[in-house]
């Protein structure tokens, strides 16, 4: 006969699972990053986090933590490029606007506290390029053509709690394309992934 858990959730209590843990994670590495806590604060809540049975158990490991608040990002070009890369916090909405160039949103190195980030587009014979990391997922379904393209090469298997990129808009001539990052030669050669 198995174990039974040591602690009997509320019966009433709904039940979480990875996901939303995943989501409370991503705060907490937001919080020690924008320097809320110390790394024995986040060992001690990483540490409840993983032991939380109900939404109430993860509601108060970060009761005492601001909300993420990075003000929307909005990208416009007319005919240049424009870039997000490196380590910048992820608002739940950015806008991107592009008429003839090119805007380059790179999530790899992001930190992401949401569950859902939405990208409203608008692109005119242009390019918008997102870059997820792998284990997030993209939905482009949300995007109008015209003599456009929508590409989406971001086609793994997510993984539990990963963010999900929503775009919406519209693209006249241009492309919106979302794929994960590539690989370099030395990754290539030795058949990895990129980290």
Same mark, same amino acid.
Request: proline residues 7%.
């Given at each position: 006969?198995?174990?039974? %858990?040591?602690?009997?959730?509320? %019966?009433?209590? %709904?039940?979480?699972?990875?996901?939303?843990?995943? &989501?409370? &994670?991503?705060?907490?590495?937001?919080?020690?990053?924008?320097?809320?806590?110390?790394?024995? +604060?986040?060992?001690?809540?990483?540490?409840? =986090? !993983?032991?939380?049975?109900?939404?109430?158990?993860?509601?108060?490991?970060?009761?005492?933590?601001?909300?993420?608040?990075?003000?929307?990002?909005?990208?416009?070009?007319?005919?240049?490029?424009?870039?997000?890369?490196?380590?910048? =916090?992820?608002?739940?909405?950015?806008?991107?606007?592009?008429? $003839?160039?090119?805007?380059? &949103?790179?999530?790899?190195?992001?930190?992401?506290?949401?569950? +859902?980030?939405?990208?409203?587009? +608008?692109?005119?014979?242009?390019?918008?390029?997102? &870059?997820? %990391?792998?284990?997030?997922?993209?939905?482009?379904?949300?995007?109008? =053509?015209? $003599?456009?393209?929508?590409?989406?090469?971001?086609?793994?298997?997510?993984?539990?709690?990963?963010?999900?990129?929503?775009?919406?808009?519209?693209?006249?001539?241009?492309?919106?394309?979302?794929? !994960?990052?590539?690989?370099?030669?030395?990754?290539?050669?030795?058949?990895?992934?990129?980290?």
């Amino acid at each position: 006969m198995g174990k039974l %858990p040591d602690r009997i959730a509320d %019966p009433v209590a %709904p039940r979480i699972g990875h996901a939303e843990r995943e &989501i409370v &994670i991503r705060r907490l590495q937001l919080a020690l990053h924008e320097g809320q806590l110390d790394l024995t +604060e986040l060992d001690r809540r990483l540490a409840t =986090t !993983y032991a939380a049975v109900t939404a109430q158990d993860l509601a108060a490991v970060t009761a005492d933590l601001p909300e993420p608040a990075a003000a929307p990002v909005e990208l416009r070009t007319k005919s240049g490029t424009r870039t997000k890369t490196g380590h910048w =916090t992820v608002p739940a909405q950015l806008t991107a606007v592009c008429n $003839s160039g090119t805007i380059k &949103i790179d999530f790899t190195e992001a930190l992401c506290a949401h569950a +859902e980030v939405r990208i409203d587009a +608008e692109v005119g014979s242009g390019t918008l390029l997102l &870059i997820v %990391p792998r284990g997030w997922r993209a939905d482009l379904d949300q995007v109008r =053509t015209g $003599s456009g393209s929508v590409v989406d090469r971001v086609t793994a298997p997510p993984a539990p709690g990963a963010p999900l990129i929503r775009v919406r808009g519209k693209v006249g001539s241009g492309t919106v394309k979302a794929r !994960y990052p590539h690989r370099s030669f030395l990754q290539w050669l030795l058949r990895r992934q990129p980290d």
